[in-house]
């Protein structure tokens, strides 16, 4: 990852992230039918109801994902970047999938938005009980990383971070909620 990429661009929730920022303990989960942002889970009444192995094996689908480890997880890679997940159910329903990353919003919006083809009313909360939709994300965690770019003096930052915005607001549009 390069420093720009590092510095604006990068989505981390790993162990040692800070428990109190906003991308730390991540999880996909079901949500509701309609969503009224901003939603926490504390006034979540009710939630799509999915099969676990449906929800894994449209994960499982994806481009670049693998089997990790011996357990129920996957690991979905490109270069340097990668994402984490495992998956949680009971009685063959699905209830949320931790997950851990060290990639660009764009890389994470890119699998869950490919997800949501299927199964579209899929949530991620934020260790705050806060539920995103992939466009409240990206507007209220990726955009404001990024403009930080815009403010540096360097035309090429500038620059790059135009081409980055740009990728961001097709995602964005293309979000299902």
Not at 29 to 42: D, S
Not at 62 to 83: E, S, Y
Not at 144 to 155: E, G, I, K, T, V
């Amino acid at each position: 990852m390069d420093d720009f990429t590092k510095r604006y661009l990068l989505c981390e929730s790993t162990p040692a992230t800070d428990p109190d920022s906003t991308l730390s303990c991540l999880a996909f989960k079901p949500g509701p039918p309609i969503v009224r942002e901003p939603l926490f889970v504390a006034d979540l009444q009710h939630s799509a109801s999915y099969c676990l192995s449906d929800v894994l094996a449209t994960f499982a689908a994806l481009p670049n994902v693998n089997q990790k480890g011996r357990d129920a997880g996957l690991r979905w890679t490109l270069d340097d970047r990668w994402i984490e997940l495992s998956f949680v159910g009971e009685g063959g329903e699905w209830t949320e999938s931790p997950v851990q990353c060290w990639c660009t919003f764009a890389d994470l919006a890119w699998m869950w938005l490919s997800v949501c083809r299927k199964h579209r009313t899929i949530m991620l909360q934020n260790a705050h009980g806060r539920l995103f939709t992939p466009r409240s994300f990206l507007h209220e965690l990726a955009f404001p990383r990024l403009s930080d770019a815009f403010d540096n003096s360097n035309a090429s930052t500038s620059q790059r971070a135009e081409l980055e915005m740009s990728t961001y607001r097709v995602v964005a549009r293309d979000a299902l909620h």
